[in-house]
């Protein structure tokens, strides 16, 4: 079955403590992408890949670093994390393209105390 | 620049009856890509339909159909014959540009809430 995957689904952390956001995607896609969902502000991306070792910023990627070491895998990063960051977060991935649909993880929701 | 506007907030509807839920968009490309997609309380992402700019045809999903009005730069989606389980959020999405960077620009969403 096609899927991306995500873990954790839910994490409660404090701030400062670093947490990593883990992605696996099996449909061999070029590109992946992370965003996140506010309340009123919708979806926003906030790192994308195009290949291995081709990462770069999306639209609001302060606080945040990812890594693509491997083809299926984009893990997100936060440091030092903020109650700013508390937000559900969606990893995607596509073949890329002017009309290519995204696949979605199931989300994780991070509460950061 | 590239925009999707959601104006409806929340939208109520009896089971079994279709439901509109509009999208309008804004890009100056030639060729460009329009979904849908829902999320229930759960809050996964559903894909539910897309319509390319250059198809002749509305695109159909089952209870699904997009109202594509290239002119007036409206895809809005139709649900017919609601049932409880459609009660979700609805985001309509268009690829943004530039489109190496796998972008999908989202609509603000609708609130759908089927009753019995």
């Known amino acids: 079955e096609a899927q991306v995957t995500q873990n954790p689904r839910y994490l409660i952390t404090v701030t400062g403590k670093k947490l990593t956001v883990t992605c696996s995607q099996n449909?061999?896609?070029?590109?992946m992408s992370w965003y996140r969902q506010d309340p009123g502000l919708g979806l926003r991306q906030i790192y994308y890949?195009?290949?291995?070792?081709?990462?770069d910023k999306g639209d609001v990627p302060e606080g945040y670093k990812v890594s693509r070491k491997e083809k299926r895998n984009f893990p997100l990063i936060l440091e030092s994390p903020s109650p700013n960051q508390t937000s559900l977060y969606f990893c995607?991935?596509?073949?890329?393209?002017?009309?290519?649909?995204?696949?979605f993880g199931e989300g994780s929701r991070l509460t950061v105390l | 620049a590239q925009k999707i506007t959601q104006t409806q907030p929340g939208m109520f509807v009896q089971e079994k009856e279709a439901v509109t839920l509009d999208c309008t968009y804004d890009?100056?490309?030639?060729?460009?890509?329009l979904f849908w997609y829902k999320q229930p309380s759960s809050g996964e992402m559903i894909f539910l339909i897309y319509?390319?700019?250059?198809?002749?045809q509305n695109a159909t999903e089952g209870r699904y159909s997009l109202n594509f009005q290239k002119a007036r730069k409206s895809a809005n989606l139709v649900i017919s014959a609601s049932q409880l389980g459609d009660s979700a959020m609805y985001f309509c999405?268009?690829?943004?540009?530039?489109?190496?960077?796998?972008?999908?620009?989202f609509g603000t969403g609708t609130r759908l809430q089927v009753f019995p």
């Open positions: 995607a991935s596509s073949s890329g393209g002017s009309i290519g649909e995204l696949f």
């Open positions: 449909m061999n896609h070029e590109y």
């Open positions: 890949s195009m290949n291995v070792e081709v990462t």
């Open positions: 890009t100056s490309d030639p060729s460009y890509g």
């Open positions: 319509q390319g700019s250059y198809d002749q």
């Open positions: 999405a268009m690829r943004g540009r530039p489109y190496n960077t796998d972008k999908l620009i």
